[in-house]
């Protein structure tokens, strides 16, 4: 009798120790999917932020591209911007493309492409003759 009480008091210390392993994975298994949760946010999270910002650069070259309407030179954007005179003229390089691409009724709708103060939009400083 004495052996079939070891045999049962082996097979619960067995069922314990089983126990408490599945309650270790089971909250590693938790703590994974928690992870994963923080990814998924972050990866949804990263997409609004580069739609932002996609957003934020096309309402600057907009404005930049408003201001070269008003008569305004690269030096002079450059200055009222706060921004490089070559940052000046990416902006107008991405509004002139945006133009471009937006109209689809098969007419070229760049602005001329040449800044009041003589500069390529398309050329670097210093590259216009």
Known sequence: ???SQEAVSARARARQAKAQL????AEQDRLIVDVTTEF????ESHAAAQEALVAARQAQAAAVAKLVELGQTTEEISVLCGITPKDVRELRRASSSRARTTTGDGFDATPDASDPDGESVDEPAGAAA
């Open 1 to 3: 009798m004495a052996r």
């Open 22 to 25: 599945d309650a270790r994975r």
């Open 40 to 43: 998924y946010d972050a990866s």
